[in-house]
């Protein structure tokens, strides 16, 4: 499955777009989860900071209806030195103003206060239960007010009102505040907005009331969130570029086990071609022993009468005549170490390098070898070979090994004929650029129903084939440069073997 991927470029692109896609989103979620951990942090330390500072508000609150009791309407000159001080020292206190409940008398504070103004504090002061009244500034934008009776009983004859700044309140210096896309917003406690936009980001948001008791008002902070935030420019082109040099990386590795797969497949197919032939080659010679039992005894016999023909000249003396008879007894016993050599090689398990050759000689072995059996089973072998070499670059024995299956295989498909009828032809010749030679017979030739499946590992007719011999010779062909086919030309089966000859194989090799 992994060899099938790499052979098909578009998948692997759509994978790598699949990484890159995967890549984006991964990087997307750390970024958004990065800025809601970061908001979090400033947040709680924003609300922390903003909680002690109305804690504060409470302490000016108290000690200004202190000195305005104190003053006893006589004078407020101490009170709005106070209040001036306060407001010096923190800006986001930026109006105080004490309000006799009596509407004739003179207003204190730091700065003029209108008619309705006024009369809304002493509508609070007088409404008081003691708790401090927040409420939004009647003129003001951005800002609220506290408002507290003084004193602090029914016997109030003031209302005290801090004016305060809410952007001041929750102001900080932190470079998180200042960022594109932070907003911070304040509102009281019944969720009238104070300051900020009336809407936050739905993405990302804070929420919490002030840890004041007198001022309980709901700090709220949020981000809004882009593309640019999720997939900021340089990372982004950092992490995509570091997956597609990893997935470069993985596709070496993976090519590299293919190819070094590849090559232990190869070597194991070709050790398994090796046992077969060899294999092939020992059951082949176990169906030739009759033939060449046969064939052995003729030179064996020869040897045997003549041998006790010489002992006979010997006893006569007769010298002349005795040296004939042995040269023919070296001359048959040659005859025979030669037909037990072909055997010997024939069954050795072979393991030689490729080397030009005479391929006539190689089809002459194989006469040799499948002579005998084809007269036994009354078949005609007709070896047609050229008078001048023809000269391949191949294994000899592999070749051999070919040109054997091809005509054990037509004279298996000729085993129901008898008598002359039955013949399978054996022929080679040169035309100028391959050798080609052709095993054909006149049985009933190759039903339609297996041709296509001619040449692959077991597919047999046979009972007791094996379905390698094909299959195994089409292999031995083309590790040698050439091709094997099945030609239609008449009655019975034609098998033809192309192969280069030397001299086109060295004018490749330039």
């Known amino acids: 499955m992994t060899r099938s991927i790499l052979a098909r470029p578009s998948s692997l692109i759509v994978v790598w777009c699949l990484l890159l896609l995967a890549a984006a989103g991964v990087l997307a979620a750390w970024q958004y989860r990065a800025l809601s951990n970061e908001l979090a942090q400033e947040s709680f330390v924003l609300h922390r900071l903003a909680s002690q500072r109305a804690d504060q508000h409470d302490a000016h609150m108290t000690a200004l209806s202190a000195i305005a009791t104190a003053s006893d309407g006589r004078s407020f000159d101490l009170f709005i030195d106070v209040a001036s001080t306060i407001a010096r020292f923190y800006p986001r206190i930026d109006e105080v103003q004490l309000v006799p409940l009596d509407a004739q008398a003179e207003i204190a504070g730091t700065a003029p206060l209108d008619t309705a103004a006024a009369e809304l504090v002493r509508a609070a002061a007088r409404a008081s239960d003691g708790r401090i009244a927040l409420l939004r500034h009647p003129t003001r934008p951005g800002h609220y007010v506290m408002i507290k009776r003084s004193p602090n009983s ?49 993405a990302i948001g804070f929420s919490r009331p002030l840890g004041s008791a007198s001022q309980p008002l709901i700090l709220e902070t949020g981000v809004e969130i882009g593309i640019a935030d999720l997939l900021p420019p340089f990372q982004t082109l950092v992490t995509l570029l570091a997956v597609s040099l990893a997935y470069i990386a993985v596709l070496g590795i993976l090519h590299q086990r293919v190819r070094t797969r590849a090559a232990v497949e190869q070597a194991r197919l070709s050790a398994l071609e090796s046992r077969l032939a060899h294999a092939s080659r020992v059951n082949a010679l176990g169906e030739m022993a009759s033939g060449m039992a046969h064939e052995l005894t003729q030179p064996l016999t020869a040897i045997l009468a003549q041998t006790q023909a010489g002992r006979r000249l010997a006893s006569k003396g007769d010298v002349a005549a005795l040296a004939a008879v042995l040269d023919d007894t070296v001359t048959q016993a040659k005859r025979a170490s030669g037909i037990l050599e072909r055997f010997r090689n024939w069954s050795r398990p072979q393991n030689t390098p490729a080397s030009a050759f005479d391929l006539r000689s190689a089809l002459t072995n194989v006469q040799t070898l499948l002579g005998p059996e084809a007269a036994t089973r009354s078949i005609r072998l007709d070896v047609r070979l050229p008078e001048k070499p023809v000269v391949i670059v ?52 190759v039903a339609e129903a297996v041709r296509n499946k001619l040449f692959t590992p077991f597919a047999t007719t046979r009972t007791d084939g094996t379905g390698l011999g094909l299959a195994l010779s089409q292999r031995l062909v083309e590790r040698a440069g050439g091709e094997i086919t099945l030609i239609n030309t008449g009655p019975g089966a034609t098998f033809r073997v192309v192969l280069p000859r030397r001299e086109q194989i060295a004018e490749a090799a330039q």
Do not use: C
């Open 154 to 202: 029914a016997a109030a004859r003031y209302g005290l009102m801090l004016g305060i700044d809410a952007g001041k309140l929750i102001s900080d210096e932190a470079p998180f505040w200042t960022r594109p896309g932070v907003i911070t917003r304040l509102s009281l406690p019944d969720r009238q907005l104070v300051v900020g936009p009336p809407t936050m980001p739905a």
């Open 394 to 445: 191949a294994d000899p024995v592999e070749m051999e090994q070919v040109a054997f299956n091809l005509v054990r295989n037509a004279m298996e498909a000729l085993e129901a004929e008898r008598g002359d009828a039955a013949q399978v032809t054996m022929s080679l010749k040169d035309d100028g650029t391959h050798a080609v030679f052709e095993i054909s017979d006149n049985g009933p030739g």
